[in-house]
T-cell receptor
Framework: AQTVTQSQPEMSVQEAETVTLSCTYDTSENNYYLFWYKQPPSRQMILVIRQEAYKQQNATENRFSVNFQKAAKSFSLKISDSQLGDTAMYFCAFTYTGNQFYFGTGTSLTVIP | DAGVIQSPRHEVTEMGQEVTLRCKPISGHNSLFWYRQTMMRGLELLIYFNNNVPIDDSGMPEDRFSAKMPNASFSTLKIQPSEPRDSAVYFC???????????FGAGSRLTVL
């Protein structure tokens, strides 16, 4: 079975600080793609970052970076220099078919001014 | 590009009424997905289309739900008759063939009284 687990329902961070959101997944596939999506109060689902499982190098997008541990099936998101606009729900997801995407239950992040 | 466009943004209706949600995917994207988001169940895939053809509708909860994609630029999700338990946010997402990333619309929040 393909599953995604986000064990932190809620997190908070001070503005300008760094926070890491955890995600683990389970799959028997070897080639797949991992994602972090952000859902702010406007409820639009926005792609934050993605990682191809065959790439060893961790993906980075400006203040967002991931720590991808394939053997451990772990895919955490680090947000550096947190900003108020980072307040949102964050969903971890993966796909190996490109059609069925598996989403976690989300982590609600609040950035405190 | 305007992104994935969904309408209506909000819909409030009474139990038993027909509801039609609409989606315009990104031009050139040939796969379209309908998701439902609730607090209890998170993000659920209802149905997806490839090249306007429904491929997997196993997520459609029951016969009251139907989806169509008459052409590459338009899809509808219809609920008839609607029930209070159908209250949720319905997302449409699209992707281009070969790209394993979904682009979501802003969602349609449905409230059935």
């Amino acid at each position: 079975a393909q599953t995604v687990t986000q064990s932190q329902p809620e997190m908070s961070v001070q503005e300008a600080e760094t926070v890491t959101l955890s995600c683990t997944y389970d799959t028997s596939e070897n080639n797949y793609y991992l994602f972090w999506y952000k859902q702010p109060p406007s409820r639009q689902m926005i792609l934050v970052i993605r990682q191809e499982a065959y790439k060893q190098q961790n993906a980075t997008e400006n203040r967002f970076s991931v720590n991808f541990q394939k053997a451990a099936k772990s895919f955490s998101l680090k947000i550096s220099d947190s900003q108020l606009g980072d307040t949102a729900m964050y969903f971890c997801a993966f796909t190996y078919t490109g059609n069925q995407f598996y989403f976690g239950t989300g982590t609600s992040l609040t950035v405190i001014p | 590009d305007a992104g994935v466009i969904q309408s209506p943004r909000h819909e409030v209706t009474e139990m038993g009424q027909e509801v039609t949600l609409r989606c315009k995917p990104i031009s050139g994207h040939n796969s379209l997905f309908w998701y439902r988001q609730t607090m209890m169940r998170g993000l659920e895939l209802l149905i997806y289309f490839n090249n306007n053809v429904p491929i997997d509708d196993s997520g459609m909860p029951e016969d009251r739900f139907s989806a169509k994609m008459p052409n590459a630029s338009f899809s509808t999700l219809k609920i008839q008759p609607s029930e209070p338990r159908d209250s949720a946010v319905y997302f449409c997402a699209s992707r281009v063939s070969g790209a394993n990333v979904l682009t979501f619309g802003a969602g349609s929040r449905l409230t059935v009284l």
